[in-house]
């Protein structure tokens, strides 16, 4: 078992030390490469997976057998907790877009243990939130924003991982074609407001960024 820092349970630093403590008893540090599964649809949860480092992908298959994101994930964050909440198989795979670390908890103990506890529940509400925030955006870009309004939201929510993306990858988050991808980029590129370079992209100008979706 890899040893586990005090450090990967900042994410928990509003438990007492003695709770802290016993949380480390029952949790396994594993550590992934880009592109291993962490689970698979179908499968029963064991653990209650926290990314403490990394970029996770929740994704599914289509009729076509083409693959859908659900969700990118950054790192520090539960991935898929209310599967365990309410004893659910998992709907979709998980994967990794960069290496990883996840802390796997052993979930019977820390239901038994800590999950009554109302910091505790008070920490998975807030963790269900914005993951509920994150689809209904997820909804509204898709499916009422044009193509250069998607682009320019995702590259100011996603600044900080826009490093580990390439763009292919981007064009594929947000089902775009890899052409208009291209011709949307060409134009912030020409307008200053981006830059590419061997297919990674960096901000330039925040302001008119936003000013894309901000209407």
Known sequence: MTQIDQNDFSFFSFLKEEDLNRLKEITIKKYFNKDEIL???????????????????????????????????MAPSLIAEIVNYEDLKFPANCSFETKAEVLLIDYEKFKTEFLLKPEISMFFIKSLTRKIKALESFINYNISSNSLEKIAKFLIDNESILINLRQVKIAQLLNI???????????????????????????????????????
């Open 177 to 215: 074609t890899p052409e208009t991808f291209s011709r949307k980029l060409a134009k912030l590129k020409k307008e200053k407001i981006i830059q590419n370079e061997k297919g990674y992209i960096k901000i330039l100008n925040h302001e008119k960024l936003k000013a894309c979706f901000a209407n």
């Open 39 to 73: 689970f698979y649809k179908g499968d029963e949860p064991k653990y209650l997976h926290l990314l403490i480092k990394g970029i996770a992908k929740l994704y599914t298959y289509d009729h076509k057998e083409n693959e859908v994101v659900i969700h990118n994930l």
